[in-house]
């Protein structure tokens, strides 16, 4: 037999093995259960690994906008159920089950940094207190604020509320952060 003819038959074979479908393995079965749970975990507000516990702007925390835009219930409620079909032990729908909760975990947990990049990169999120607290200092009115800064502040909120938190971070925090720190030193 050829080396060729000899990977041909391997792949034969693996192909087979994959269309009668193997069983979802303990330790396949045991890494979904810890994703789900590491999950579960980080999304309580007091034990969160989502940076600060402080309120943005909008009046909410960073496991807030996590919790909307990757996991809500009922995207929890998927992953527990296809945990349970992944460890029933029937082959086909155990792997598919497997399978679609990894995928969904991955493009969730994908999601969830690119939320994390607008929490940390820049002055965006609390820009508002960055200002309250330049003010008091200079004593100008709190109210006093440039337009352009409340014109930035809603086109974040816009893209924030599409679910847009990379565009949000990589255009318009940049934006805000250079109108806020010119507005401070033409203050100061």
């Known amino acids: 037999m050829s080396m060729r003819s000899g990977a041909v038959m391997v792949l034969l074979a693996l192909s087979v093995r994959l269309l ?35 309120p943005d702007f909008r009046g909410r925390i960073e496991v807030d906008d996590v919790k909307q835009w990757c996991f809500p219930d009922e995207t929890l409620a998927k992953l527990r159920s296809l945990r349970k079909t992944a460890a029933s032990g029937d082959a086909k ?31 965006a999120p609390y820009w508002r207190r960055h200002w309250d607290s330049f003010a008091e200092a200079n004593a100008l009115p709190p109210s006093d604020v440039r337009v352009s800064l409340l014109t930035l502040e809603a086109d974040i909120a816009k893209l924030l ?28």
């Open 20 to 54: 009668a479908g193997e069983a979802v393995s303990k330790v396949e079965s045991a890494a979904l259960d810890k994703r789900i749970h590491e999950v579960e975990q980080m999304l309580v507000p007091l034990g969160s690994v989502f940076g600060p516990k402080d």
């Open 93 to 123: 729908a155990g792997r598919a089950a497997l399978d679609e909760a990894n995928a969904i975990l991955d493009a969730s947990i994908a999601r969830a940094k690119a939320i994390h990049t607008y929490w940390t990169s820049g002055s």
């Open 161 to 188: 509320a599409a679910g847009e938190f990379e565009r949000a971070a990589n255009e318009a925090v940049p934006a805000l952060d250079r109108e806020l720190h010119a507005a401070m030193d033409t203050r100061g």
